[in-house]
C-alpha cells in the first residue's frame, strides 16, 4: 500500500536493546501532541473518503493520542472507557499496515464477546471501503465451522475473534499467524472478567516475536499489567480520563422502588418519556425472556438478548432493532458487550448492577460519540450506597425522579390522541366515509360528535384511553403471608432418595416464588431444572432439593445467586441443623452412582 507510513523504519524492527518487558510502564517518550483532524495523522489517503462518510469529523482522545503512535510501529496501552472511539484507534493505523497482495493474516484483534467481533469487524470493514481487496472476516463461537473455513481458505487479511474460537481455528491448523504483523487486544480486562486470559496468553505466545502489539482496556489491573510486561515491547501508556468526562451527555436519574410494581412502574416510565429506542438491564438470561414477553403483552415492540440465544437469532434481533421493528432490547451486561445502537436514547437499569464500573459501562451504550442520552435506574433502598459510589466516581449528581402520575400520563394519552386524529382528518380519501356518517346522522337522527366518540371508542379497542388515579399494583407487604398452597407433597418431611434439602435465604417477605428459584439456579448454575426437586416456601426463607454430591463449583455460584435481589446464601440442611456445605460427603452403592451420573451430565453441558 502506498502509505506516508511506508516512508519510515521499518515498524517490525526490534533493536537489539528493546527486549519484550523491559521497561514497561515507565516510558521516557516524548508525549505525543494531541492533533485536532484525520487529515493531519498521515493516514492513507483512501481512508479519509470513508472516515468522512462515516460522520467522523474530530478525533476524539484515545483516537489522537494513539493514532500517531501505531502509525510508528510502537506497541500501545491504551486506557480509555467503552464508547470512546477505539475501534477506530485501532483500526485505521491496522489497515496502513495491510498489504492487500498477499493472502495471509496479517492483523489480529481479540475480543470478548461475539458482539464486539461482529462490531469491530463492520467498522473495520467500512473503515476500509475504498481500499480494494482487504478481506476482514469475523471469528467468533455460535457461527458454523464451515463458514468460517471458507473465509479462512479464500485469505483474510485481518481476522476478528473471541479466544475461545481462534484457539480452535490455531489447533486445527486452519489459521496460521506467522505472518502476522499486528495484534491487538480489545476490552482486556473483560477478557479477565470473563476468564479469557489464560486464553489471550495461549495465543499471544504462538504470535511472531517481531510484531506489534495494542491492547485497550477500561481499567488495568494487575493481572492485565503482567500479561503487557510479559508480551509487549516497551509500549507506550495513554490514559484518557474516565467516562464521567464523556457522561456529561447523559442525563442520569434514578426511581426508587418502594411500594409500586416494577414492571408497572417500567410501562409508565416508557410511555411518559419520549424515546426512540431503550436498552433495558437486567441481572440474568431468564429476566430478559420473562420482561421481554411482559412489554410485548402490554403492546410494546420489545425483545431479549441474552447469551443463550443462538448467533443467527441475535444478528436478527439486532437488524430488527437497526430498522426500527423494535424498541425495546431487553438484555444482560455480557449480551450487550459490543453494541452500538444510534437509536438508543434511553438506557434503563430495570435491574442495578452489582458495581460502578458495570453502571458506567451500561450507561455508556446512550450518548456516544457526543450524543445526548438519558439514563434511569431502578434503585431498591438498599442499593443507595451504590448510587453514592456512582456520583463520586462520575462526579455528576444523580437526580431523583418521580414516576408519572396518572394525570400525567392522561394528559399525554389524550394530546396523542387528538394528533393522531388530526392527522387522520388531514387525509385526502375520506369521502366514502363522509358520506356514510351522513346518512347514518340522518338516518337516524343522530349526533355526529356522538357517532365521531363511538367510532374513536371502537378503535381504541379494549385497552381504556385514561388510566384510573388508583395507585398501581402494590408489592406485597414484608409483614403477611400470601395465602397460596405450596407444592405438591410439600408435607412429605425429608428430601427424596438421592436428593438432599437446601436452606435458601428468600422467602415470601421478598416477592419470591418457584418460578424464581428455578430460573435462578437453572440459569446461573447451569443446572438443568430435571436435578431440581421439591422446592417449600416459607415467609423469610425456602427450602430445595438437589441432587446429592453437588460439584462445588456449582454450590459456590448458588452462594452468591440473587433472587428478588437477595443472595441466596445457599445451605445445606442436615438433621434439621442449618450447616455449611464446606465438605463434599462420600457416598456409596446408588449414591455414588447418581454422583457420577451428575457430574458426568454437567461436564458434558459445559
Known sequence: MDCVVGLLDPWWVVSPHQKRGSSMFESTRKSTPIISNFEDFLLDSRLLGPIANLGFKTPTPIQ?????????????????????GK????????????NPSIKTTQALVLTPTRELAIQVARAIKEFSTDISGIRVVPIYGGQEYGTQLRALRKGAHVIVGTPGRIMDHLRRGSMMLDKLRMIVIDEADEMLNMGFIEDMEWILGRCPQERQTALFSATIPPRIRSVASKYMNQPENIHITSRSSAATTIDQRYWIVRGLNKLDGLCRIL???SMEAALIFVRTKAATVELSEQLIDRGFKASELHGD???????????????????????????????????FSHVINYDMPGNADSYIHRIGRTGRAGRVGKAISFVAPRERHLLKVIERLTKQTIQKMDLPSAEDLNTKRVQTFKQEIAEAVGQDDLEPFLRILHELSTEQSLDPLKIAAALAKKAQGKTPLLIKDAPVQKCRSRKTRPDRPGPKNSQRSGPEEGMEQYRLAVGYAHGANPS????????????????????IINEDHSLVDLPEGMPKEIFRVLERTRVCQVPLKLRLVNDQTVRAHTKTKSHTGKNASHKRKFSQKKKARL
Open 87 to 98: 475501534t477506530a484507534a485501532f483500526g485505521l493505523p491496522l489497515l496502513g499496515r495491510i
Open 64 to 84: 489522537s493520542k494513539s493514532i500517531p503512535i501505531l502509525l510508528q510501529g510502537r506497541d500501545l496501552i491504551g486506557q480509555a472507557q467503552t464508547g470512546t
Open 309 to 343: 440465544m443462538q448467533q443467527k437469532m441475535r444478528e436478527h434481533t439486532v437488524r430488527r432493532l437497526e430498522k426500527g421493528q423494535i424498541d425495546l432490547l431487553v438484555a444482560t451486561d455480557v449480551a450487550a458487550r459490543g453494541l452500538d445502537i444510534e437509536r
Open 516 to 535: 424464581h428459584i428455578v430460573g435462578a439456579i437453572a440459569n446461573e448454575a447451569g443446572l438443568p431444572s430435571r436435578f431440581i426437586g421439591r422446592i
Open 271 to 273: 410511555e411518559a418519556e
